[in-house]
């Protein structure tokens, strides 16, 4: 997680621009979630229902999620906000890519759009 909280860093000071900076980081995240998608995947069930698991996994993940969100979330609206939680879950990636059978540049081009063409929600009272 190190390597790329090191990234958000340099993607915080370095890419200007929104989607690149948002494909970017997806790619490594993406790339993250790859490379330790079993580990991932066993810690993140068992954080479910075992308490000591929770709170490791919520120290251990939650500095580098925050990271994520506060860097690429520059400049974003709160439903595109939304839509950068979910793309920067686990079970997202693991549906779009693992399950979905989507390429990872593919699943990175689709969630950028995605985030890009959002615009804000106006709440409608139900009659």
């Given at each position: 997680m190190s390597a790329t909280r090191r990234l958000m860093r340099r993607l915080g000071r370095g890419i200007a621009d929104q989607g690149e900076r948002l494909t970017t980081g997806l790619v490594a995240i993406y790339a993250w979630f790859e490379r330790n998608a079993s580990l991932v995947a066993?810690?993140?069930?068992?954080a479910e229902h075992h308490a000591l698991t929770r709170e490791a996994a919520g120290r251990h993940f939650a500095p580098a999620m925050a990271a994520w969100q506060e860097v690429l979330g520059v400049g974003l609206i709160p439903t595109q906000i939304a839509l950068l939680r979910l793309a920067l879950s686990f079970f997202t990636w693991r549906s779009l890519i693992a399950?979905?059978?989507l390429a990872q540049a593919a699943?990175?081009?689709v969630i950028v759009r995605a985030i890009d063409r959002t615009e804000e929600v106006?709440?409608?009272e139900a009659a």
């Open positions: 066993c810690v993140l069930r068992d399950e979905g059978g699943a990175v081009h106006v709440e409608v």
